[in-house]
């Protein structure tokens, strides 16, 4: 079993950044893929960026360019970097990590941090 926490979330103005963390429990150096999604009030949880083991990377195309994801496998830590924030980026965002084992996925989720834009 793995543990995700999140961190960074906050209130910030449209224009401004925020770097959003995800602290394992354990070593993500094995983790097939680690991601954040987003899910703002009313609406479905969406993918916003993913990263794999390899360091290939994609983002959902509302944030392209302005997000950045990366992974330090020496501190078990994901980042979110956000540039640029809009008013639309405020959600719940959550860090989710991917493992294969004998061919079986096992998906584990953070609880969330909030992300809050607005003037």
């Known amino acids: 079993q793995m543990q995700l926490v999140e961190s960074g979330g906050g209130l910030v103005q449209p224009g401004g950044s925020l770097r959003l963390s995800c602290a394992a429990s354990g070593s993500i150096f094995g983790l097939s893929a680690m991601g954040w999604y987003r899910q703002a009030p009313g609406k479905q949880r969406d993918l916003v960026a993913r990263?794999?083991?390899?360091?290939?990377?994609n983002y959902a195309d509302p944030v392209k360019g302005r997000f950045t994801i990366s992974r330090d496998n020496a501190k078990n830590t994901m980042y979110l970097q956000m540039n640029s924030l809009k008013p639309e980026d405020a959600a719940v965002y959550y860090c989710?990590?991917?493992?294969?084992?004998?061919?079986?996925?096992?998906?584990?989720w953070g609880q969330g941090t909030q992300v809050t834009v607005s003037s």
């Open positions: 990263i794999t083991t390899g360091g290939i990377t």
């Open positions: 989710t990590a991917r493992r294969v084992r004998n061919f079986v996925e096992y998906d584990y």
